[in-house]
C-alpha cells in the first residue's frame, strides 16, 4: 500500500482551521463557564451549584468536539494531499457529510479543490441527505421464511 505524504501546514493555515473547525466547542465550553462565573458572583452556592450542573452536558459534549481536533486535522491534511496529487473528488468527502464536526472539515476541502461556494454546499447538502436516508433503513430478518428485508427490498438468506 501507497503512504501519501501528508503536507505541512504553515502556523497561520493551522490557526486559520483550529478556529474554524473548534468555534462550536468554543462556545459549548465556553458558554456554561461564563454562566458558572456569573452565577458565583450573583448568586448563592446553591443556585451557582444548580447552573454548573446544568453546564455539565454541553461543556462535556465541547470536550468531545474539542478531542476531535487531531482527527479533523489529519483529514483535512490527507484530502490536501489528494487534491495535490489530483486524485481528489467531490464524492471523496461523502463520509464526512454523515458528522457535523466533519462537514467542515468537507466544505473546507472542497474549497481548497476551488470549487465555488454554491456548489459546495449543494455536494455537502447532497452527501448529508444520502446518509440520513441511509442511516434511518430499517432492516427486519425474517428467520422462519429465510429472508432479510432491507429498505423494502427483501432478499432470500
Known amino acids: 500500500m501507497d503512504r501519501i505524504a501528508l503536507p505541512a501546514l504553515g502556523a497561520a493555515t493551522w490557526l486559520r482551521l483550529w478556529l474554524s473547525y473548534q468555534r462550536y466547542a468554543a462556545v459549548l465550553v465556553g458558554a456554561p463557564a461564563l454562566c458558572v462565573a456569573l452565577a458565583v458572583a450573583r448568586l448563592p452556592w446553591w443556585g451557582a451549584g444548580l447552573v454548573a450542573l ?5 461543556a462535556r459534549f465541547g470536550l468531545t468536539v474539542l478531542a476531535r481536533w487531531p482527527r479533523k486535522l489529519r483529514a483535512t491534511r490527507v484530502g490536501l494531499a489528494r487534491i495535490a496529487a489530483g486524485t481528489f473528488t467531490p464524492a ?3 463520509t464526512y457529510c454523515g458528522d457535523p464536526c466533519f462537514r467542515l472539515v468537507a466544505h473546507e476541502l472542497l474549497a481548497a ?18 446518509l440520513r436516508a441511509e442511516g434511518s433503513v430499517a432492516m427486519l430478518v425474517d428467520h422462519v421464511r429465510g429472508t432479510v428485508t432491507i429498505g423494502g ?3 432470500a438468506i
Not at 54 to 58: H, I, S
Not at 117 to 123: P, V
Request: net charge positive; hydrophobic share 40%; glycine share 10%.
Open 54 to 58: 446544568a453546564g455539565v452536558a454541553p
Open 92 to 94: 471523496s468527502i461523502r
Open 113 to 130: 479543490a476551488g470549487l465555488p461556494r454554491a456548489e459546495r454546499r449543494a455536494i455537502v447538502h447532497r452527501f448529508t441527505g444520502e
Open 153 to 155: 427490498a427483501e432478499k
